[in-house]
RNA sequence: GGCUCGUUGGUCAAGCGGUUAAGACGUAGGCCUCUCACGCCUGAAACAGGGGUUCGAUUCCCCUACGAGUCACCA
């Protein structure tokens, strides 16, 4: 028999998606593709008194950021709809009622008072429903429900364990005692997250549920349901939790950033994605850099992770300065553009250039304009930056070196990087001085900055004739003045 | 507290009875170079602890410790 593999993200539309949900959602993406299957895209919304503006809107837009496309939702509609839980209400409680008739479930009447009061009571904190309702008669029921009093249907847990097969734990044993009867049927009439999950799982025939290890503990209490309507038991995949350095499971509670929080600093969806993906799971073989559909090729349930993993920036900082380095230059510069305009006010520069020699030493779009300012404006530096004993410069030889370079490059009519580099590196020569003499404190004069994305001869070609000189005089005034001091 | 799950360097992780215990980020040092970066090379850094099983345990079993999850008319 060939079933199609099919895969649901089934999130509550809180209005925030963390790496946390999204490597959910990348998952049961990547296990669907990966078999040619479908993945689908459901909302989870019947706890009516949390519903949030627009949060169906983030769904959306988070998963279009990270480009997992869905075949099925709310938005797009497909076979199995609709996509929306509370817009499906009405099969619930018909399939809770079956469950009544075979034993499997019961009503319940308990106010929440006399539950309150149970729990206060319960023994060590432990607390379970005392099946108060279970002993009434099928009259008291009857009469109950006629006179309109407000009820609850619960699953009916069976004596003995329970054992299920988890992908990626393995087979897990509890014992029933364990497991209360849990609500299906709240009091609004509406179904719990509980019941709603295994209902909309079988009548949108999925064959994988993948989600949180929050959901192992509850697992039994779906696999007694399924059995109870005799329905085929999915696949079931429990993925661990993404941590924050201590440790803690993350959440918008304790700071966690959203997809479009992160998107926003200047981390590259791909890179994101990419970064997710790895933080649980491991490819076949030691590469890391992975495009969405190169995942689709290679995942495997088998490199799943059973604890838990630390989300370090770090790591994804350096991922998107990988991923910074290797787009294709035209995708690059779109980002770049409009940064370099705006730091970048003077006229004849090369824009495009300036962006490829950025290009290799950034891990974010805006660390670019820390790196070119001194274009603009020379920075007001300390002559300290001439001495440096690597270079064999000195403040007193690189007062020197600039009024040669004066004369030299007033001189200079090919006013072109290599040019001037050939001719510096001549000039070196013929006055016994290492290269480094000139072109260091060259590199200072021009700059004033400790780093620069290019050379000191570029700078020269970049900053043009005229500018250049004015700024060897400013390194030339400030030295002198220094000598003077001494 | 009960139950369930987990524990390899600071972090992500490979390993699936016999290995000098991979690799990556970070970190330290070096090389390259007109600076920085890129790139390249090298180093430091780990099997939570204790018992078994076995000729042999990071790998299998048990106990302890630590951590996580769960115990709602929330999902």
Known sequence: MITTVRTRYAPSPTGFMHVGNLRTAIYEYLIAKSNGGSFILRIEDTDQTRQVEGAVEVIYDTLKIAGLNHDEGPDIGGAYGPYIQSHRKTGYLEYAKQLVDKGAAYYCFCDKERLEELHRDGKEGISKYDRHCLRLS??????KLESGAPFVIRQLIPEG????????????????????????????????????????????????????????????????????????????????????????????????????????????????????????????????IFS???????????????????????????????????????????????????????????LRH?????????????QIPSIIDFIDELPDYDIEMYTNKKMKTTSENSLDALKLL????????????????????????????????LLWPLRTALSGKQATPCGASELCALLGKTESLRRLEIGIAKLESAQVEK
């Open 292 to 350: 969405l559909s190169e995942l689709c090729d290679i995942f495997t349930l088998k490199g799943l992770s059973k604890s838990p993993s630390v989300f370090d920036y770090q790591k994804l900082k350096w991922m998107n300065g990988e991923y910074l380095k290797k787009m294709d230059f035209d995708e690059y510069y779109k980002l770049a553009e409009p940064v370099l305009k705006q730091s970048i006010k003077t006229a004849g520069i090369d």
């Open 406 to 437: 004066t004369d030299f490059l007033s001189a200079q009519e090919d006013f072109t990087n290599d040019a001037i580099y050939a001719d510096t590196v001549k000039l070196a020569e013929e006055k016994g001085l290492k290269s480094s003499q």
């Open 138 to 143: 099928k009259e008291e029921i009857k009469a």
């Open 354 to 366: 300036i962006g490829e020699l950025c290009k290799t030493r950034i891990e974010f779009i805006r």
């Open 161 to 288: 364990k329970t054992t299920f097969k988890d992908e990626v734990f393995g087979e897990i044993t509890v014992d029933n005692k364990e497991l209360e009867d849990q609500v299906l049927i709240k009091s609004d009439g509406l179904p719990t997250y509980n019941f709603a999950n295994v209902v909309d799982d079988h009548l949108m025939e999925i064959t994988h549920v993948v989600r949180g290890t929050e959901y192992l503990s509850s697992t039994p209490k779906y696999n007694l349901l399924y059995e109870a309507f005799g329905w085929e038991i999915p696949v079931y995949i429990h993925v661990t939790a993404v941590t924050n350095e201590s440790g803690e499971k993350i959440s918008k509670r304790k700071g966690a950033e959203s997809i479009q929080q992160l998107v926003e600093k200047g981390y590259i969806p791909e890179a994101i994605v990419n970064y997710t993906t790895l933080l649980g799971w491991a490819p076949p073989d030691n590469r890391e």
